[in-house]
């Protein structure tokens, strides 16, 4: 499985990115996607988190009712919508595959097998 997140940029504070990942090569509906991102100096912490089976979602709470993940199967695509944007928002954000994940919502990276590159995501206050 590929993974390519795009859509990163500069934004000022209180405005509005979209994020895609795209997925080819062996995903599957079984599989849940999540959105991880990463600060310089900083640990990789959990943003959102999405199963393609079941349509459910996860957010950190520091997202919460900012971000809206989502996907279109067809396209195998995951989006992460992000409103209101903070300049605590910054950071790296990475796209992560979790194998077979039925249902499964996940918020620590260890159950993720692969991985994107970043795309960087800068909130200027």
């Known amino acids: 499985v590929q993974l390519q997140a795009s859509g990163g940029g500069l934004v000022q504070a209180g405005g509005s990115l979209r994020l895609s990942c795209s997925a080819s090569?062996?995903?599957?509906?079984?599989?849940?996607m999540g959105w991880f991102r990463q600060a310089p100096g900083e640990a990789r912490d959990f943003v959102a988190a999405?199963?393609?089976?079941?349509?459910?979602?996860k957010y950190a709470d520091s997202v919460k009712d900012r971000f809206t993940i989502s996907g279109d199967r067809v396209q195998k695509t995951v989006y992460l919508q992000m409103n209101n944007l903070k300049p605590e928002d910054t950071a790296i954000y990475l796209c992560?595959?979790?194998?077979?994940?039925?249902?499964?919502?996940?918020?620590?990276?260890?159950?993720?097998?692969?991985w994107g590159e970043g795309t960087l995501v800068t909130v200027s206050s």
């Open positions: 992560a595959a979790q194998v077979d994940a039925y249902g499964t919502l996940r918020n620590h990276s260890s159950y993720y097998s692969y």
């Open positions: 090569g062996r995903a599957r509906s079984s599989y849940g």
């Open positions: 999405f199963t393609w089976d079941t349509g459910n979602s």
